[in-house]
T-cell receptor, first 110, second 119 residues
Framework: DAGVTQSPTHLIKTRGQQVTLRCSPK?????VSWYQQALGQGPQFIFQ???????QRGNFPDRFSGHQFPNYSSELNVNALLLGDSALYLC?????????FGSGTRLTVV | AQKITQTQPGMFVQEKEAVTLDCTYD???????LFWYKQPSSGEMIFLIY??????QNATEGRYSLNFQKARKSANLVISASQLGDSAMYFC????????????????FGQGTELSVKP
């Protein structure tokens, strides 16, 4: 049973560019959440998608947007990248049984 | 507002000994869930143990147990018989709403504790 798959694993972008991160949830999970984890910090909730709609959002600017597809997979888009956006981005899928996290995408903005 | 506090940035433990990682929480929700995750250097968050706010008994999962003291708002993780592979970051997290009734709201994480197991 495949867990949560995230792509790419590593990414380097230039300040001002746009980036798209992808997440395939665990089989049977219909809810996807995204978290940003800066170095040495705990993960911070960005937003959550369920039934292709954003259901909850954390304290992140509108530069952060997302999408969920009919197969429950999800994308995280970040526009106008800042140096401070450098972080590990974690995707978590959930159902009534709890949360499963992927290994994350490590984004470096230079 | 919900908050998780982990006051131990780093901990050392001798192999085969037990260790307790501290976690205190703050919430006004009557129903909530508390989680512990392990994060090795690979980055993946690995679920260890869960405690619901209405659970009468402390949760246990193999070598992991959760010392839940509701009145003190603490949910400490106890790892028995530490192994070298236990060396990692450990995060305490909370979600409003008990797992049984809630498909999955946002998780609030603490700052983490880095555990190092010495041979």
């Amino acid at each position: 049973d495949a867990g949560v798959t995230q792509s790419p694993t590593h990414l380097i972008k230039t300040r001002g560019q746009q980036v798209t991160l992808r997440c395939s949830p665990k089989s049977g999970h219909d809810t996807v959440s995204w978290y940003q984890q800066a170095l040495g910090q705990g993960p911070q909730f960005i937003f959550q998608y369920y039934e292709e709609e954003e259901r909850q959002r954390g304290n992140f600017p509108d530069r952060f947007s997302g999408h969920q597809f009919p197969n429950y997979s999800s994308e995280l888009n970040v526009n106008a990248l800042l140096l401070g956006d450098s972080a590990l981005y974690l995707c978590a899928s959930s159902w009534s049984g709890g949360y499963t996290f992927g290994s994350g995408t490590r984004l470096t903005v230079v | 507002a919900q908050k998780i506090t982990q006051t131990q940035p780093g901990m050392f433990v001798q192999e085969k000994e037990a260790v307790t990682l501290d976690c205190t929480y703050d919430t006004s929700d009557p129903s909530y869930g508390l989680f512990w995750y392990k994060q090795p250097s690979s980055g993946e968050m690995i679920f260890l143990i869960y405690q619901g706010s209405y659970d009468q008994q402390n949760a246990t999962e193999g070598r992991y147990s959760l010392n839940f003291q509701k009145a003190r708002k603490s949910a400490n993780l106890v790892i028995s018989a530490s192994q070298l592979g236990d060396s990692a970051m450990y995060f305490c997290a909370m979600r409003g709403g008990d797992m049984i009734y809630n498909q999955g709201g946002k998780l609030i994480f603490g700052q983490g504790t880095e555990l190092s197991v010495k041979p």
